[in-house]
């Protein structure tokens, strides 16, 4: 069966196109730094807000006109395997990745539960190896079940961290089923409302306990996919663990695990912790933690997770610019954890909100590349920090200089003389490769 009837396979058509059915930037074959952009993008489709949104939110009802939703339980969740695999056949999309309550039903039981998932998995082995699609990765959904009310791997409840630790196993037996690149850990429910009734160290140390026997567990089965957690600074928590890319890393350091784990990094989550994008792809980055990236915007006038489908070329560009300048995303790839506006409510706009997003981030991708190529900011920074080449600057980066020999030097170097950053030039620089590429 086809849903999506009206829409043919969407193909590279270049910036003079006028086909909204068509990309104009991302050429899957094109070569750029030495890699197609098929291979640095590696675009995945968020099964979760493409295949199971229905448009509702907290002032009213679904809007989203899905075939699939005439059916329940297992018929809807098998159609939903169905249309994801024509979906991305038609988008050319590689990847796509799911949490494990997206693609099948609870059941009342943890067994139940299990045994559906199962019946889902089978069904999306097939389309797997039909199709040449793979999946990216896979997660437990551990906040939306009443039974998360007060966290899954930092619950007072031991009950319930049992069961999560139960879901966690079934995830990871689904992640090596499937071939899972990666498997993610996104706490939502990872943190506390008040330290009245918190006790923070006992329930940090239950969270790494959880990810160790993760670990643990994972080699047994021989799932060698590359565990990612994605940080996320509040909502709906108020005070979450995995706050940004920095608290992370900390919380990983602190328990030996900085080893064993990356970060998954979503621009929405960014500007939530009051950062860049590019600000928390470069934290990761520059601690050897960058392993991929969730690819949506927020609308900076609202205090919550939009999940825009990303169009901000800026935003696209200085993403890609840090992810080329860490080598690449490996494993990694850009998953698309957006969602359709609820007034954008046709099947066609499911398409062209992917359209959009593939098509930003693949002209980032381009502007990006000029950008190192032409090294654009790289002689800007290295003449910006040139003082450290030489003198008393190479003094202090080769561990030779002391506090008395600073003091020395300091005493005797009169006037200080600093210099511009540029920043309105650097802009429109940038400004200027987006437009033309």
Do not use: C
């Not at 509702?56 to 395997?81: E, N």
């Not at 506006?341 to 930003?360: K, N």
């Amino acid at each position: 069966m086809s849903y999506f009837k009206n829409i043919g396979k969407i193909g590279f058509e270049g910036k003079g196109s006028d086909n909204p059915f068509a990309f104009k930037h991302y050429d899957p074959k094109q070569m750029v730094l030495g890699k197609t952009m098929e291979e640095h993008l590696r675009f995945a489709v968020a099964y979760w807000h493409t295949f199971n949104a229905n448009g509702a939110d907290q002032f009213g009802a679904g809007t989203m006109v899905r075939p699939w939703d005439k059916l329940d339980g297992l018929d809807r969740s098998k159609a939903r395997v169905e249309a994801n695999f024509e979906f991305m056949e038609k988008l050319n999309i590689p990847f796509y990745a799911f949490h494990d309550v997206d693609i099948a039903p609870e059941g009342a039981t943890l067994a139940e539960t299990n045994k559906n998932l199962d019946v889902i998995v089978a069904l999306l082995k097939e389309q797997q190896q039909a199709t040449g699609k793979k999946l990216l990765w896979n997660t437990a959904n551990m906040f939306t079940n009443p039974r998360y009310v007060h966290g899954a791997g930092t619950t007072n409840n031991a009950d319930v961290y049992a069961y999560a630790a139960a879901q966690i196993k079934k995830g990871l037996e689904v992640g090596k089923e499937l071939g899972a690149e990666n498997y993610v850990f996104w706490g939502g429910r990872e943190g506390y409302e008040t330290l009245i009734n918190t006790d923070m160290g006992f329930e940090l140390d239950n969270l790494a306990r959880l990810y160790q026997m993760a670990l643990d567990y994972a080699a047994e089965i021989g799932f060698d996919a590359q565990f990612l957690i994605e940080p996320k600074p509040k909502e709906p928590t108020k005070h979450q663990y995995d706050f940004d890319a920095a608290t992370t890393i900390s919380f990983l350091r602190k328990y030996n695990l900085q080893d064993k784990f990356k970060l998954n990094l979503e621009a929405n989550h960014a500007t939530l912790a009051g950062h860049t994008f590019e600000h928390e792809i470069r934290t990761a980055a520059i601690n050897g933690m960058l392993g991929s990236l969730d690819a949506n915007q927020g609308d900076l006038l609202l205090g919550w997770d939009t999940d825009e489908f990303p169009t901000d070329l800026y935003g696209t560009t200085l993403a890609m610019f840090e992810v080329l300048k860490a080598g690449g995303i490996g494993r990694g790839g850009i998953n698309f954890d957006a969602k359709v506006r609820r007034a954008s409510f046709e099947d066609d706009d499911l398409f062209l909100a992917h359209i959009a997003g593939m098509d930003s981030f693949a002209w980032g991708l381009k502007a990006a590349a000029k950008l190192i190529d032409e090294k654009i900011f790289d002689s800007v920074i290295e003449e910006r920090y040139s003082s450290f080449n030489t003198g008393i600057g190479a003094d202090i980066v080769a561990g030779k200089a002391t506090l008395a020999s600073l003091e020395q030097y300091a005493l005797q170097n009169n006037p200080i003389v600093n210099r511009s950053g540029r920043q309105e030039r650097l802009r429109l620089l940038l400004s200027e490769v987006i437009f033309s590429v």
